[in-house]
């Protein structure tokens, strides 16, 4: 299994607009972060959780040319904005184009049905029973707290919380991608045990309402034991990567955005 952080920043990603502080400032690559997306290549398939409004930009600057399906965490905008851009997957595949329309490829997407109708909502000329021509096409598959399969592909939903709005990481195999929590129940943190990688969410090191600080971050994976973590969904105000990176444990680091590692 090979894993693509696609993007490592919160909401408004990182610099954000109009900010002047030294993070934002930065000339390190590593503190310029596009929305949270996670690329996941195993048995030769392309899996990507949440496509933000950076969708498009991370799918060309790591020259995907193939998805077989995309899956969501919850309905939030800068996970859901850049869902439009799937179309260019079911019209080309493997860098080449298709031009009969019964090989058109309807993209997988799954998720839990609250999402579905957002999604709905949001891209609705996606979803209507005559489709403009070019309008992405989607095969929909509502999602519940159960494993679920993407051919033999197994993966684990994860319940979380997010303020209060109960959200989904997920477990594949050895690998667990959580963004955007806040609370985790001691019965899914029983799904997450024995993961040797896992991706969680620290936004920055004071109080915030729906996300976990750096430090109850730290408390998760000291928990949960994984040989390494990574954090992610960072905002300016976690600090300069090169400087925080000194404060982590040595088996926690800071995500950045095209970090790559096999699993």
Known sequence: MNITILGSGTSQGV???GCRCEVCRSIDFRDQRLRVSVLINIGNKNIVIDSGPD?????????????????????????????????????RRYGVEIKSNTDIFKMPLYARKNVIEQLKNEFSYAF???KYPGSPQIDINIIENTPFFIDDVKIIPVEVLHYNLPIFGYRIGDFTYITDAN???????????????LVINALQKS??????????????????KPDIAYLTHIS?????????EKELPINVRLAFDGLKFEI
């Not at 609370?183 to 990688?197: A, D, F, M, Q, W």
């Not at 300016?236 to 925080?244: D, P, Q, S, Y």
Request: proline share 1%; hydrophobic share 40%.
């Open 15 to 17: 610099p954000l607009i």
């Open 55 to 91: 969708f498009r930009q991370q799918m060309l600057r790591e020259r995907v040319d193939f998805l077989d399906a995309l899956i969501f965490t919850h309905e939030h905008k800068d996970h859901t904005a850049g869902m439009d851009d799937i179309r260019a997957f079911n019209f």
């Open 128 to 130: 209507a029973a005559v």
């Open 183 to 197: 609370y985790i129940s001691e019965n899914e943190k029983e799904k997450i045990r024995g993961t040797k990688v």
């Open 207 to 224: 109080d915030h309402v729906s996300h976990y600080t750096l430090s109850q971050a730290l408390e998760v994976i000291e928990d949960i």
């Open 236 to 244: 300016h105000n976690m600090g300069l990567h090169a400087e925080v």
